[in-house]
């Protein structure tokens, strides 16, 4: 075990140096707080940061939240693994963390939503969490996969039928936001609940407007509403078999857990969508890949899940005990981010960053251990049919700014895409019972051509690679023949392309 010559405990949390002149712009010394720690929330690029981290401190680096409080980040891909599987060692319950208990996070810290100790399973540990987790458990495997990936395409054609018709749209607040939660509220129980003032709460709440806590409120009676009707008439759903699970939750733990699912499936499934839709448009090579068929949708997902996890960090993990991570000694007491960003890309496990990541699965975006995502298959599945149906649906969708344009919000925990403007043929609205089709009715352009230069015979439309029937990118100078992919492949022609229909859902 290596001595740690500052621990993010150790250093005296009154001393600061705001009474000396601030850095110049651009120096490196600026977002610094005692003892030259850097301050998370001041970066201006914090993936910048954390590998400028990694390059001074290794795997596990000592840093600043607001209010100069201090805190670990781990940076390692194994230690990441290290941390969230060793429940003897770390923790989620936040009321061990010294910072906490000696005052220095104030009531009003902004972190303190993530902070605060509640009643869900996020924050509970041992025989708690085991039983508000297998209650969540058992509610996640009640789910029928099929039927939710058709319900998904409906949820999909509901909502493209909204703008369709005007050739113009914004795929984040009109498309990313709103699919999530449409087919959220199908999944707990509350289909009609589902509306734009539910998504307007849920976007308000996690904006931290002044508007967040009566959005909360609103919210919360949504699903207290649900929790009566499930006492009193509980049906084939999710928040019912929550509610009749042996744990014997009280109405205030079924609450509290169908506000994690709800709004931490809708903020990180919404986050992957936009991003996973962004890249099919301004990355000509991705388009081409799906394309032709060399990178299915479901491989499409996953590398977003890597390259930009929805969440880049999880507030946060603390040590039980005294303890050693990445050659750093970690006291008793002491908060560790927990960062699937920078553990994603870690140049021990991934010495090419850029690297096409083939579907593998073993990144860090669902977490790990006891605390590892329960409803990642529901999330990879609003995000692999939602891409596909919509492609189906608008195959000549195209970026309508320049994608320097494109703007971001950053914080600690998430980095969001503020809007996606395209531009499509307008096309009339669709029957949402229709299974889509792969007819592409946008006029063939003749001048199609993909970066590098397109492979001299396209690769057969195997049905194995869902978005084979994406649209053509914009206009290059080679002319070449609008790609066959874009084709009716018509009905299912063999058993394998019949299951595949059947397993989708439509
Ligand atoms: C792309 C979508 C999603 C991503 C990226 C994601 C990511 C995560 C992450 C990183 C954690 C924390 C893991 C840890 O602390 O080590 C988590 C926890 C959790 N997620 Fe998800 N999630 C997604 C979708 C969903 C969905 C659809 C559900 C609905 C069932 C869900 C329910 C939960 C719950 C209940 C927890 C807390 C688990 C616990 O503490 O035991 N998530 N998720």
């Given amino acids: ?155 999909t054609q509901r909502i493209v039928n909204r703008f369709c018709e005007l050739g113009e749209a914004d795929l984040v607040a009109q498309y990313s936001e709103h699919l999530p939660m449409a087919v959220m509220c199908h999944v707990l129980g509350m289909p009609d609940e589902y509306d734009d003032r539910l998504v307007e709460a849920a976007r308000d709440m996690l904006k931290g407007t002044e508007t967040a806590i009566a959005s909360n409120a609103y919210i919360m009676e949504a699903l207290g509403r649900l929790t009566a009707r499930c006492r009193a008439e509980p049906a084939n759903d999710f928040a019912s078999h929550l509610v009749n699970h042996p744990a014997e939750l009280t109405d205030e733990e079924v ?12 903020e990180a499934t919404a986050n992957l969508l936009a991003n996973v839709l962004r890249q099919v448009l301004i990355d ?83 977490g790990g251990g006891p605390h590892e995502c329960p409803g990642q298959d529901i999330g990879r599945a609003i995000a692999e049919v939602g891409v596909d149906a919509l492609l189906m649906r608008l195959p000549d969708v195209e970026l309508d700014i320049p994608e320097d344009e494109l703007r971001y919000t950053e914080s600690i925990a998430s980095r969001h895409l503020v809007a996606l403007p395209v531009r499509f043929t307008p096309r009339p609205p669709q029957d949402v019972m229709q299974r889509p089709s792969h007819h592409n009715d946008t006029p063939p352009q003749q001048d199609w051509h993909i970066g590098a230069g397109r492979p001299e015979t396209a690769p057969e439309p195997a049905s194995a690679q869902p978005a084979a029937h994406l649209a053509p990118p914009p206009p290059q100078p080679v002319p070449v023949p609008p790609p066959a992919a874009v084709t009716d492949p018509g009905p299912p022609r063999n058993a394998w392309q019949r299951l595949l229909r059947w397993w989708r859902g439509y």
Wanted: charged share 25%; net charge negative; aromatic share 6%.
């Fill in 284 to 366: 000509p090579r991705f388009r081409a890949q799906l394309n032709g068929g060399q990178m299915t949708v479901p491989e499409a997902v996953e590398q977003l899940l890597w390259d930009e996890p929805p969440f880049s960090t999880i507030f946060a993990y603390f040590a039980k005990q005294e303890t050693e991570l990445g050659g750093r000694r970690i006291r008793k007491g002491d908060g560790l981010l927990f960062a699937p960003l920078p553990a994603n890309v870690d140049p021990r496990i991934r010495p090419d960053p850029t690297a096409d990541m083939q579907g593998n699965r073993s990144h860090l975006a669902f």
């Fill in 1 to 155: 075990m290596t001595s740690e010559p500052h621990s993010p405990t150790g250093p005296s949390p009154t001393v600061t140096d705001d009474a000396l002149p601030g850095p110049p712009p651009g120096c490196p010394a600026h977002g610094t707080g005692p003892g030259g720690l850097n301050r998370l929330h001041e970066a201006e690029d914090l993936k910048e940061l954390y590998e400028r981290l990694r390059a001074e401190h290794g795997p596990v680096a000592p840093a600043l939240l607001h209010d100069d409080v201090p805190v670990w980040v781990v940076l390692g891909h194994t230690e990441s693994q290290q941390m969230v599987r060793t429940p003897g060692q770390y923790c989620r319950d936040s009321r061990i963390w010294t910072p906490l208990k000696e005052g220095l996070v104030k009531p009003d810290h902004p972190l303190m939503p993530h902070i605060a100790w509640q009643p869900m399973c996020s924050h509970a540990e041992g025989d708690e969490h085991k039983r508000l987790r297998g209650a969540i458990d058992a509610a996640v495997s009640t789910v029928d996969f099929r039927g939710l990936r058709r319900h998904i395409n409906r949820s």
């Fill in 255 to 266: 609450r509290e857990q169908l506000r994690v699912v709800l709004i931490g499936a809708y």
